[in-house]
């Protein structure tokens, strides 16, 4: 099939309304690489919210009906950002998906995945179905070159470039002296005594560069309070405790403001990894996923794997570790490295001038 040069009415299909700043800056930039005289209808959870920040139409993305019918009235779907082709939060959800591509496919109306990560797939039928799906696809650009690779080993590649939310727009950093600021979530990985060599280094750190703690929830929903939840779990070291508080932003631009005055930012999420080295800042990453070490390894920054630590203990796992850490106070990534990633996240906005463009 050639691409459909007079479809501008996009269904622009992901996890957004979440109150997850990372897919909000997914949203953000994929809007920002529409091209000239698209009008997209967003899937959303808070349809208010992405109403009003984003001016744009929005249908409620839990209710599957209501989003059939916006694809009725759409010219092609658009998988955007992220990796909604896996079955790591449920199968439910690829099935969810999985109906949404037969169901444009049936209607003839394009299917692009864009920026999107392939995986992980744990079930042999998620394995099986995927690999199904991507034959109804009609063009992918991926965000990593490990799902580009698995895509091409099924026989579908398509174009490969860094995440899309590095195609944001950049600030200049002046954090020099600045606080440490958080990017922490809650973990199965990290549970009760097993938080303290972190929270420990962090406090050494702390005091001895004599920096504030600014505990910044990434994800609403799931972030916000753990700095209260460890403090009541006695976990928190008390000159720690008196350094620490949170603060909450409602967009990636307000993110990326604190991340600019930031002398350090230790991130498990990884677009607050991304949206902090737009900003210019310092950076470490502590791993719970593949993802996150994979962007620090291109961003050479330190990063500390958490599904490490039960294997080999915490003890070993984490020595000298706050040492690490205070090495990346106040000394910001190589600009030549942020604009290389910069540069490789224009081919999703050329697949989507391909396929969307007048």
């Known amino acids: 099939m050639e691409p459909a040069h007079k479809g501008v009415h996009p269904l622009l299909c992901g996890y957004y309304g979440e109150h997850n700043l990372g897919d909000d800056a997914l949203l953000a930039a994929l809007l920002a690489q529409l091209p000239e005289g698209c009008e997209p209808i967003v899937t959303a959870f808070d349809q208010g919210e992405v109403e009003q920040r984003l001016g744009v139409r929005t249908c409620p993305r839990r209710e599957f009906k209501a989003v059939r019918r916006a694809l009725g009235s759409c010219d092609a779907l658009v998988l955007g950002g992220g990796s909604l082709l896996q079955d790591a ?33 744990r079930r ?39 995440d899309p939310v590095w195609s944001l727009t950049p600030q200049p950093w002046h954090g020099r002296q600045g606080p440490l600021v958080l990017c922490w979530r809650p973990t199965s990985l990290l549970q009760g005594e097993e938080w303290k060599p972190l929270l420990e280094a962090l406090d050494a750190v702390a005091a001895a560069a004599d920096r504030e703690v600014i505990w910044l929830p990434f994800h609403r929903d799931q972030d916000r309070g753990l700095l209260a939840q460890l403090a009541s779990q006695a976990l928190l070291p008390q000159r720690l405790a008196l350094r620490s508080r949170e603060v909450q932003v409602a967009t990636p631009g307000e993110a990326m403001a604190i991340f600019s005055q930031a002398g350090l930012v230790l991130s498990m999420r990884l677009h607050g990894l991304i949206v902090a080295a737009l900003a210019g800042a310092p950076l470490v990453a502590l791993s719970y996923d593949p993802k996150v070490s994979a962007a620090a390894t291109a961003l050479a920054c330190p ?32 600009p030549l490295v942020v604009e290389r990633l910069r540069r490789a996240s224009a081919v999703h906005g050329d697949l989507l001038g391909r396929w969307l463009g007048r």
């Not at 449920?90 to 995986?119: H, N």
């Not at 063009?139 to 799902?147: F, G, I, K, L, Y």
């Open 89 to 121: 939060t449920s199968f439910r959800s690829l099935l969810y998906y999985a109906a949404l591509i037969v169901s444009a496919r049936l209607q003839d109306k394009p299917v692009l995945l864009w920026g999107q990560g392939l995986g992980p797939l």
């Open 124 to 162: 042999r039928r998620s394995r099986l179905l995927v690999r199904r799906l991507l034959a109804l696809v009609q063009a992918s650009s991926w965000r990593d070159p490990q799902s580009a690779a698995l895509a091409a080993a099924w026989g579908h590649g398509g174009l490969l470039g860094s």
């Open 303 to 334: 990063c500390l794997e958490l599904d490490q630590s039960k294997t080999h203990g915490a003890l070993e796992q984490w020595h000298g570790l706050a040492e690490i850490w205070r090495l990346q106070l106040d000394q910001p990534p190589q």
